[in-house]
């Protein structure tokens, strides 16, 4: 009985520093403040209708990396084009999102959206224009209307968001095509869901 009260003890104490550790990391990450704010008074973020989006003389090193993920780059995207950017890994391409999403800002040249630098605008309100899809995309277990939801929490109340974003993204027939439409859940956790492609 004393070995079994000792070895509880000792796994006791050993889950209470294992716990202390993780509560100082948690709290040590809630207290980071973020390096991108807003600016005291940002402009609007203006409608893309003819210059878009520009990258000019941009070069960016991630911090801790030993060279650029982007060096002396320029790119023009004119307003209402779709443009690929195809590359092998470690060419930039998502640290052209992050650029464009202002993640991060570059140190050296400038990113800008209708002409105005990503700078002068409210990161927040830049991030309501865009929408990023990356290689990996997540799906959540769960309906297709609330995978769309998720995107747009403040607007989750609305059911007609829902289905103005499937058909605008143009995804309606693949709502159409499912069983239960928006009701559909995606994956197969549950009965009754529907793999997407």
Not at 47 to 74: C, K, M, T
Not at 77 to 99: D, E, Q, W
Not at 177 to 193: I, V
């Amino acid at each position: 009985q004393s070995q079994s009260t000792a070895r509880a003890a000792l796994q006791n104490a050993g889950r209470i520093h294992q716990n202390s550790l993780f509560l100082g990391n948690l709290f040590e990450y809630l207290s980071i403040r973020p390096a991108l704010t807003a600016p005291a008074n940002p402009a609007p973020v203006p409608a893309l209708q003819r210059e878009g989006l520009a990258l000019d003389h941009v070069s960016f090193r991630y911090p801790g990396a030993s060279s650029d993920a982007l060096r002396d780059f320029s790119l023009r995207i004119p307003a209402g084009r779709v443009v690929a950017v195809v590359g092998p890994n470690g060419a930039g391409k998502s640290t052209l999102g992050r650029l464009l999403c202002r993640l991060y800002d570059p140190p050296s040249g400038v990113v800008t959206w209708e002409g105005v630098p990503l700078t002068q605008l409210d990161p927040a309100a830049l991030r309501e224009q865009i929408s990023v899809m990356v290689q990996h995309p997540m799906r959540h277990q769960d309906t297709l209307r609330e995978n769309i939801r998720i995107g747009r929490v403040a607007r989750a109340a609305d059911p007609a968001a829902v289905t103005r974003a499937l058909n605008d993204s143009g995804a309606g027939d693949v709502r159409d095509s499912l069983p239960t439409a928006e009701d559909t859940l995606l994956g197969k956790w549950f009965e009754g869901g529907s793999e997407l492609s």
